[in-house]
Structure formats: C-alpha cells, structure tokens
C-alpha cells in the first residue's frame, strides 16, 4: 500500500508551547517526495516544505522544525514555541510514481489549535 | 502571475443539476490536477493531467469528467450532481520533473442539495 497516515486528529496547545506533528508513510518507490502543507481557517493550502528521499537532512526554517527518518518512515514536523497564527490544519503528503506519472497523496490532516 | 486560479468559491446546486468548476493557471505547468477534500479524508485525488489532450483518472473519479483543450485550463464537469459530491475542490499545478512542487488554487466549496 502507499498511504500517509497522519495518527494525531486534533492537538490542543497553549501558546508557547512546543507541538510536534506526526507523519508516517509507506510506500514501494525508492525515490519519492515528502511534503508538509498548512490549511489555515481561510481554506487555502500553504506549501510549507519538500524533502525528497535521498535527504535525510532535519531542516529548520524558524519555529519550523522537520524529522525526516527513512528507518521509521516518519517525517514529522515541530513547531517551536507555537502561536495563535499557527493554528490551522496541516497535511503530510507523499509523492509517488504511479503508472509512469507522479501522484500525491495525502494523510487525513491534522487539526492544530493554539490557545493564547 | 496570478498562480492557479479557481472558480466560482462558492456553489450550490440541487440534485441531478449539471455544472463546470474551472480551473485556470498561468505558470505554463505541464501537470494539473483536481483533489477533493473532505472531513477526516484528506485530498483525495480525482483526475490529473500530465499536458494538453492527456488526462487520467485518480483516486475517486467517478461522477467526474475532465478534459484538458489547452495548457492552462483543466476545467472538472459534474454531469449529475449527488449530495455525495458536497465537497472542497482543489485544483494544483506544477511543472513535470522531480525538484517542482505544487501550486494550490484557493479552493471551491461545493454544496449539492
């Protein structure tokens, strides 16, 4: 199977605090693309990250953290010190080829609310 | 460059009514798509289309058609509206090749009574 499961549903937080989302996935490529989106309540999708499959590399960009472990098929992202403008739906998704063509699929989202 | 734009935002139709979402972008991508998401589900992908005269079925195509006349439109027909197709659709784009990520339309939210 290739999905992307997204287990955590929704994460209540207090501003402030640290908030890690987690992704898991599974696929047979041995060359795809791992994607983190944000949807905040406006509805649009906002790209946030690509790590493609030979980069095992953690990448921070500002509060933004990601986990990227071939081993565990994870690639989690981390939020520092979170803030009210962080509170959206955030989507992991794969990138796999699919009958000569790439596909992206996506995890059911995670609900991210952080209180002031 | 105005990205993918998406029309209309909003829209409801009743039952068996017939209706286009457009989508239209304006970045010369070879590839577009159409997801659609729901409650709990994540995107689903509906139908792509990897350049002009090329489409191809995804996830969950049924009830949908899609036709691809030109670079920069990919409009998604609803032949018979059912109540099942009440959703948030999204067209995305990009440019063929492994380093190129995808570009969001804003969205349309669709109610079918």
Request: proline share 4%; aromatic share 12%.
């Amino acid at each position: 199977a290739q999905k992307v499961t997204q287990a955590q549903t929704e994460i209540s937080v207090v501003e402030k605090e640290d908030v890690t989302l987690d992704c898991v996935y599974e696929t047979r490529d041995t060359t795809y693309y791992l994607f983190w989106y944000k949807q905040p309540p406006s509805g649009e999708l906002v790209f946030l990250i690509r790590r493609n499959s030979f980069d095992e590399q953690n990448e921070i960009s500002g509060r933004y953290s990601w986990n990227f472990q071939k081993s565990t098929s994870s690639f989690n992202f981390t939020i520092t010190a979170s803030q009210v403008v962080d509170s959206a739906v955030y989507f992991c998704a794969l990138r796999i080829t699919s009958g000569g063509y790439n596909k992206l699929i996506f995890g059911a989202g995670t609900r991210l609310a952080v209180h002031p | 460059n105005a990205g993918v734009t998406q029309t209309p935002k909003f829209q409801v139709l009743k039952t068996g009514q017939s209706m286009t979402l457009q989508c239209a972008q304006d970045m010369n991508h070879e590839y577009m798509s159409w997801y659609r998401q729901d409650p709990g589900m994540g995107l689903r992908l509906i139908h792509y289309s990897v350049g002009a005269g090329i489409t191809d079925q995804g996830e969950v195509p049924n009830g949908y058609n899609v036709s691809r006349s030109t670079t920069e439109d990919f409009p998604l027909r609803l032949l018979s509206a059912a109540p099942s197709q009440t959703s948030v659709y999204f067209c995305a784009s990009r440019k063929t090749g492994p380093n190129y990520g995808y570009t969001f339309g804003s969205g349309t939210r669709l109610t079918v009574v």
